[in-house]
Each structure stands twice: as structure tokens, then as C-alpha cells.
């Protein structure tokens, strides 16, 4: 380790402690002071007060960590210093940089703009010794720290849960990888993809007589980083009980596998393979999909007999409830193909706006077929105030999706745009770590940060 650039006022080292590597560093009491000031002071939101360091990249990390920022925690975004976040560089399409900006290049990405709110960006190279240790630093008054590298990666750098737990026993540490700090695949780099393909939900997605496809949005990602978040949260209460953080282990492998919720447990139960793909339709309950409309299509949730008889007297052929055929569910389900051509033979007569108006007050599960503009500009959506307008310093107006949950005392909210590269360094090393501007200029000169 290089010299500490830290002042000793800032720390004091209460005992030496011994790595599973021979190294031995000091366990330090920092004075306890919050990271740079956030946007807004609502100490009604859940977790205000944590301290939050992210060093996540892409989707299912950042999706995590932006959730504990909208919730109230203090995020510092760990990023490469020269090219971030690898979805900094994904795209088009990119917000581009208003004409007097002084920036240049495409934009922003519209990608990292998804996940990346509530956040400060604080560039740093973890392969300088500097570096590490203001990670060191910054970890010992932190709560908690997210990770998505391969597991052994950051022990390297002594920035494993081991090394860093030894600093803070407090701290909560979530590492989130593909497969897991366990099992023969641990050591496999996983996306989204490969693991809907792997763990069974690109097998059941797709019409029924196609391939299997992928699911239009990376959901495995999504519900790991829920998944995440929702263990941090309980991790959290735990400290509060024993004193102590801990490890968390999250695989992308194990959150898609949990979510086959009733078709895990279907082949468990029987022994039997799944039945396949079904796109929008229901392997169970009939009529229960998708039908062509003369501009669109209009799904249907026929998920029982009183049910069924709406869609039979909306259509027009209130015969169908006491057909033997289409009666009850077991003989629909029997005769699917010739009820859905039926049904699928009206619905074209008219258009999809059309046949919502029929629908209207009815009782029934039913909707359109929406694109993604469609849903960002529905009026139900607008209404939730799920999309908002944030002003963002080079980029001019930008609308965000919000986030999504309602609390009848705290106000989540989008309280500061998705950070420029590097945007808080100077902040973060100034007003947490107390560092000269000497101190900082040192730094970025020789590549530790940015």
C-alpha cells in the first residue's frame, strides 16, 4: 500500500486485523458524517441515513441500488474512470448534450439512465493503491456495498467481503453474479440471456409452435435486483437485532429458478415435463389470451364460467354458455382450437379501441395489446405519475419512469438525474474525505481517480 493521503484526524485505528491473504491493516472508527449533501431532506423516507456504495455494473446491480436511492439511501456509484458503467456506451438511442454544454460526443444513454438515478458517480481505479483505500475508507462508514464481479475478483484487491467486513462488521455486503459463489457453474460470467436459458424461462416463452425466445425485457436481471434489494432491507432489520452485517449471495440462477413459481412446483409435484410454450395463452383456462383485432389485438381473461358468459353476451353469441362444447372450463379447454378461432373471428370485425368500449364496466379482465410509447403515454400511467420530467445539467429535459410504489406517509421520488461520469469526485473525496484540492489533483494525475 502506498502512504495514506487520508488526514489522521479523519481516522483512528482501533486494531490491527490479519486477511486471509497475510495482509494486515487496521480496523478504523471514522467520525461518522454523511456522504455529500442529497437533492432533498425528507426524513420520512424509509432509508434515509444509509450509505450505500455501489459497485455494480449494467442491469441488475444498478436496478438495486437505484431502488435504495429512491427510497432514500446515500448511493456513491463506483465507475471505471475513463469509461464508466459498460452501458454508458450502450446505445442508440442517447440524450444528446445541449449545443452550449461543452460536451462532446453522442450523449448520454438512454440505457444507464434506466437504473442510475438517485446515485453520485465517483470515478476510481481500484487497481491503484490509492484507490483501494479510499474504497477502504469510504466502506467504513458505509452500510452497506453491492458488488457484481466474479466470484475471487475483488479479493485481489482486497476489497472481498472478508477484507472489507474486517473494517466495518456492520457493513451488509451483496454480491450478485450469475451462478453464485457456489456450485461447479460459480465461475461462469452470466447474463440476463444465458440464464433464461439456462434455468428453464426461454424454454416456456415464445408461441406455441416457435422457438423459444427471450423475454422482451431482461426480467431475470430485474427480479434479482429486486431480490436484492429486498435482502439488503431484511439484512438491515437483522443488524438491528445482532449488531453485525453480512454476506449475500445472489445468483441470477437461483432468483429465475424461484420465479417458475407454480411451474416449478407443477413438475415437482407431477414429475412430468412442463408443457411447453403457450404464448399469451393459459395451458389451463380457456379463453385466456390474445386476439387479433382489425388495428391491434385485445387479450382476454376468461378465468372462469360467469366470467366466460361476458365475453359471450359482449360478443354477441350468448349460445355459447350452454353450448356442450364451451359450458364450463373442462370442455373449453377441450375444444380450445375451435373456441379461439370462433372468438378470434369476431374480435377482427372491429377495432381494438372498439372493442374496449364494448368491454367497458363489464367485469371483465381484458386490455389492449400496448407498445412501449402506448404505455408511457396511457392515460391510467400518467395518471399513477409514472413518468416524470427532471432537468438534467447537459442534457436539457429528460423524462424518466418514476419510481413505482405508494406510501401513504414517505414520498419516494426521482430526487437527482442519473450522474456524468465522475461527477461527484471531487465532492466525495472534498466534503467526506476531507482531501486538499492538492490532495484530489494528486490523485487524478496519477490515474486513481477521476
Given at each position: 500500500m502506498a502512504p495514506s493521503i487520508f488526514p489522521r484526524s479523519l481516522l483512528r485505528a482501533s486494531r490491527a486485523v490479519s486477511h486471509p491473504n497475510g495482509m494486515r491493516s487496521a480496523i478504523y472508527s471514522v467520525r461518522r458524517r454523511g456522504f455529500a449533501e442529497v437533492a432533498a431532506d425528507d426524513m420520512t423516507l424509509p432509508l434515509k441515513g444509509y450509505k450505500v456504495l455501489d459497485m455494480t455494473r449494467v442491469l441488475a446491480g444498478p436496478y438495486c441500488t437505484q431502488i435504495l436511492g429512491d427510497l432514500g439511501a446515500e448511493v456513491i456509484k463506483i465507475e471505471h474512470p475513463t469509461r464508466g458503467d459498460d452501458t454508458r456506451a450502450w446505445g442508440p438511442p442517447y440524450a444528446k448534450y445541449l449545443p452550449d454544454s461543452g460536451k462532446e460526443g453522442a450523449g448520454e444513454s438512454a440505457y444507464f439512465f434506466a437504473v442510475n438515478r438517485n446515485k453520485k458517480s465517483l470515478g476510481l481505479s481500484f487497481q491503484h493503491a490509492a484507490g483501494v483505500e479510499i474504497l477502504h475508507k469510504l466502506a467504513a462508514e458505509a452500510d452497506i456495498l453491492v458488488e457484481n464481479y466474479l466470484p475471487g475478483t475483488l479479493q485481489k484487491y482486497n476489497l472481498d467481503y472478508a477484507t472489507i467486513s474486517s473494517i466495518n462488521p456492520r457493513l451488509i455486503y451483496a454480491s450478485i453474479t450469475g451462478y453464485g459463489q457456489t456450485g461447479p457453474y460459480s465461475n461462469r460470467a452470466g447474463y440476463d440471456v444465458m440464464v433464461e436459458a439456462e434455468m428453464g424461462l426461454m424454454h416456456i416463452t415464445g408461441s406455441r409452435d416457435g422457438p423459444p425466445v427471450k423475454v422482451g425485457v431482461a426480467v431475470t436481471d430485474l427480479t434479482t435486483g429486486l431480490y436484492t434489494s429486498n435482502s439488503i432491507m431484511a439484512a438491515i432489520i437483522a443488524r438491528g437485532k445482532s449488531g453485525r452485517g453480512q454476506h449475500i449471495d445472489v445468483a441470477l440462477?437461483?432468483?429465475?429458478?424461484?420465479?417458475?413459481?407454480n411451474l416449478a412446483s407443477s413438475c415437482l409435484v407431477s414429475g412430468e415435463k412442463d408443457q411447453g410454450r403457450w404464448g399469451t395463452a393459459h395451458p389451463s383456462i380457456v379463453p385466456y389470451r390474445a386476439y387479433k383485432t382489425q388495428d391491434g389485438d385485445i387479450l382476454f381473461g376468461g378465468g372462469n364460467?360467469?366470467?366466460?358468459?361476458i365475453i359471450c353476451d359482449r360478443l354477441g353469441y350468448p349460445e355459447w354458455k350452454t353450448s356442450p362444447k364451451f359450458a364450463i372450463n373442462t370442455s373449453r379447454v377441450a375444444n380450445r382450437v375451435e373456441l379461439d378461432d370462433l372468438i378470434e373471428a369476431i374480435t377482427q370485425t372491429k377495432t381494438t379501441s372498439e372493442w374496449l368500449d364494448v368491454f367497458e364496466g363489464s367485469g371483465l379482465p381484458y386490455s389492449a395489446v400496448n407498445d412501449i410509447q402506448g404505455t408511457l403515454n396511457h392515460e391510467h400511467v400518467l395518471a399513477r405519475d409514472m413518468v416524470k420530467e427532471m432537468e438534467h445539467e447537459w442534457c436539457g429535459p429528460i423524462k424518466m419512469v418514476n419510481t413505482?410504489?405508494?406510501?401513504?406517509?414517505?414520498?419516494?421520488?426521482?430526487r437527482s438525474v442519473p450522474p456524468m461520469l465522475g461527477q461527484h469526485t471531487d465532492e466525495i473525496l472534498r466534503d467526506v474525505l476531507r482531501l486538499s484540492g492538492s490532495e484530489i489533483k494528486k490523485l487524478k494525475a496519477e490515474g486513481a481517480v477521476r
Open positions: 440462477s437461483d432468483c429465475q429458478v424461484a420465479t417458475l413459481a364460467d360467469r366470467l366466460f358468459g413505482p410504489v405508494k406510501y401513504s406517509e414517505s414520498k419516494p421520488s426521482i
